[in-house]
């Protein structure tokens, strides 16, 4: 029986880096010699990234808060049962860029009553459960402005400052509560000082008897 992996996610508002600091993360871990399974959300799967097209649209954007919830646990659903659970249970770590906490952080300030949001949790993770969760934490004017020398602006980002705001109020909130899991790394460093931050942080609470070698 192989032994059950570990879970990693990368959170955050805009421009903060997840997708570069979630690719070198993976890179370092497979250095180690652990299998690793690189994903996102939303997406992640086949069917996860049709949801991720429709979502990420101006209609996507137009659903009210609550319907965008239970369509982001939908994707989110699929991609922990064909890709994540999977890959845990054959003993592969997997990086996630977002997961269950964008939920709670882009449409609970939107109205999304707390309870509907851990319910639709409770059924789209059920116990897979990230094991460890770097909340990348920057300015939202400074993010959003990364993100628009990369490319437009998605309905989402382009959403008023206040709402990003709101946003990185909630991710702070949930590392707050969840100081087992969060880690809060502060996303204005240069990416070389975040990745070296991220990495010390998986070489003390997860890495193990690994982190000598």
Known sequence: MA?????????????????????????SLR???????????PGGSPWAERMRKALL????RALAPVEQAIMFAAARA?????VILPALAEGRWVV???????TEAYQGPLGTPAEVLELLKMVAVGPTRPDL??????????GLARAAEREALDPFEADELAVH???RAVFLDIAAREPHRCVVVDATAAPDEIGAAIWSVVRERLLGTLAAI
């Open 57 to 60: 649209t101006q209609e996507g």
């Open 96 to 102: 996630c860029d977002r997961f269950a906490d964008s």
């Open 31 to 41: 250095m180690k010699g652990l299998e690793v399974v690189l994903t996102r959300e």
């Open 3 to 27: 032994v059950p992996g570990k879970f990693i996610t990368l959170e955050g508002g805009e421009g903060g880096g997840k997708s570069t600091q979630a690719r070198a993360l993976a890179q």
């Open 133 to 142: 969760t770097f909340v990348l934490d920057l300015p939202p004017q400074v």
């Open 78 to 82: 699929d991609h922990v049962d064909t």
């Open 165 to 167: 705001e709101a946003r």
